[in-house]
């Protein structure tokens, strides 16, 4: 802090330009643009302030604040208990179905709800876009951390949960942060990729919730993915979310099949090619932003 | 020494009528065109002087603020390059980039950061900004329920003190009531004798007078004059008078690819 300080004195002087902004060269760009993550280093204030903004604004007018962390998700386990649990008797692998079920909808949420603020955090940001210079990459990541607020507070009736029906998780807890970190680069990925459309083309907005609702029926939230037929399987592990989804049940209830650890894994490698492609899209299409607000 | 230096600056706006067209366009993979075109700026060949304060003028629709965002680096050039030595502020078109739900306070934090200014010096000079701006509880208060003229105030009092190499103002001051005016000039005043790099856009011809060193007069996306402003704000008089003489705006046709 206090070498940034001198520096930004350093520049009162009236003479001197600012010498941490050095001589800038700005033309179009064309083809492959360099993906300069550095620069959101740089950045990394600009990121915690929206972020932080976003989580204290979210609840802000509410009535009962951030308790709607824990009431969704709570709620909706209760309906699916009743009618995928008890009345369709879906099979739960051995685990009572409640717990089966909220271990699966935690991450959920967490990616469903990280996916579309990030997808929509570009258009609710469009005062910074057409005022201000600043790498657009920003938004869509500081539109991604809000989420594990609510997933870190969710997750106390989890442990609740664990304590009521006798479950004591093994080793497999410590792989938790990984799973989390690969929900995060996930809807990371897919909100770049809808985000950087979306401003382009407005019907994104409307396919979102759409597609939000098409894949959780297509990753194990309400069933085991061993009731997917064999055939199936190869694409069903297309679905990233079936794969996160997958590693919370078996990092926390310590379910696994032997299909777990190929889901999993496909879920990782659809996750990067999902991140990489989204930055390198976005970066490619970023400078138009501002004419497209 | 060249503060802002554009070289061969031309940027075009593609219109498409409905958004269906981009998505006919990109099954054509750009063989067939579906959109018109506007060139908002063609051939900007311009310098800016460190030190020196210019007015950018013209009628409206003739790319003043468009250079500005180009400046600011808002807005991407389609072709030509920019040259930059140290850091831009600017004030375009009400607001320079302030959340609306937001307060003040918080925006004035947040557009700091934007600048790279870290958190601990932007809170150092939360108060200069609130004195500056003059209004008073709303400092506190969503900038939503800020009239206009309060927007401009902050926008303005933050863009000078985080202390700009150069500063971009897009007729802005305008809104501003009197006495909030005659501070602003008194501050541009200041950062000339700082030997700040200023560019104004601006319809009042006596700010031109008054408080620049030179204009420059834009028509129809294309420099038409730049010098004293003796010598170029009558050039711009002049236009105003004669209607056939301002640029026509107009969408062509895409050149062939």
């Known amino acids: 802090m206090e070498k940034d300080k001198s520096k930004v004195r350093s520049s009162v002087s009236p003479q001197e330009p600012n010498t941490h902004q050095p001589r800038r060269i700005i033309q179009p760009q064309t083809g492959w643009v360099c993906l300069n993550l550095p620069e959101l280093v740089e950045y990394r204030e600009l990121i915690w302030l ?22 969704q998700p709570f709620v909706l386990m209760v309906v699916f208990t009743v009618f995928f649990g008890n009345m369709a008797k879906i099979p ?51 539109a991604t951390l809000p989420p594990l607020i609510d997933f870190g507070i969710s997750s106390i009736i989890l442990v609740g949960m664990m304590i009521y029906f006798g479950i004591a998780p093994g080793l497999g807890l410590l792989w938790i942060p990984a799973l989390v970190l690969l929900a995060f680069t996930t809807a990371l990925g897919a909100g770049l990729w809808l985000g950087a459309l979306g401003m382009l083309y407005r019907d994104v907005h409307h396919l979102v919730p759409f597609i939000a609702q098409v894949l959780m029926f297509a990753s194990p939230v309400v069933y085991p993915s061993t009731l997917v037929p064999e055939k199936w399987r190869a694409l069903y592990g297309l679905n990233p979310a079936a794969g996160i989804i997958e590693g919370f049940r078996w990092s926390l209830l310590s379910i696994h099949s032997p299909q777990s650890t190929a889901i999993i894994c496909s879920s990782v490698a659809v996750s990067l090619i999902l991140l990489l492609s989204g930055i390198i899209y976005f970066r490619q299409v970023e400078k138009d932003f501002a004419d497209l607000v | 020494m060249t503060a802002v230096a554009l070289r061969q600056i031309a940027k075009r706006y593609d219109i498409y009528q409905r958004p269906i067209d981009r998505l006919k366009e990109l099954m054509w993979r750009n063989r067939k065109s579906y959109h018109r075109e506007f060139w908002a700026l063609r051939d900007i060949d311009l310098e800016f002087e460190r030190g020196l304060t210019t007015a950018l003028i013209g009628p409206n629709g003739s790319g003043k603020s468009t250079m500005l965002q180009i400046i600011a680096g808002v807005v991407q050039p389609t072709l030509g390059q920019m040259h930059i030595a140290g850091r831009v502020t600017a004030i375009l078109e009400l607001g320079a980039g302030f959340q609306s739900d937001y307060t003040g306070r918080e925006n004035v934090i947040l557009n700091g950061m ?17 004195d500056f701006a003059d209004i008073g509880d709303f400092f506190d208060q969503p900038v939503k329920t800020y009239s206009s003229g309060m927007v401009v105030r902050l926008a303005f009092a933050t863009a000078i003190t985080v202390d700009p190499d150069i500063l971009l103002v897009d007729e802005a001051l305008a809104v501003g009531d009197v006495a909030f005016q005659v501070k602003c000039f008194d501050k541009i005043d200041a950062l000339q004798k700082a030997g700040k790099t200023i560019i104004l856009v601006t319809h009042s011809m006596d700010a031109v007078k008054s408080h620049c060193h030179q204009a420059v007069l834009l028509n129809g996306g294309k420099v038409m004059a730049k010098g004293k402003q003796d010598k170029v704000v009558p050039m711009y008089l002049d236009l105003m008078e004669r209607a056939d003489a301002v640029a026509a705006k107009v969408f062509t046709a895409p050149a062939a690819v």
Not at chain 1, 62 to 68: F, K
Not at chain 1, 97 to 106: C, K, Q, V, W
Request: contains cysteine.
């Open chain 1, 50 to 71: 929206l972020a932080w903004r976003d989580v204290s604004s979210r609840y802000k007018q509410t009535a009962v604040g951030i308790a709607w962390a824990v009431i």
């Open chain 1, 92 to 142: 739960s692998e051995g685990v009572p179905y409640p717990i089966f079920n909220y271990a699966g909808m935690l991450p959920w949420q967490y990616f469903f709800s990280a996916m579309v603020n990030s997808s929509n955090s570009l258009l609710a940001n469009s005062p910074l876009l057409t005022k201000v210079y600043f790498p657009r990459l920003v938004i869509p990541c500081a």
């Open chain 2, 114 to 130: 934007i600048l790279g200014i870290g958190k601990d010096e932007m809170l150092e000079r939360l108060d200069e900004i609130a």
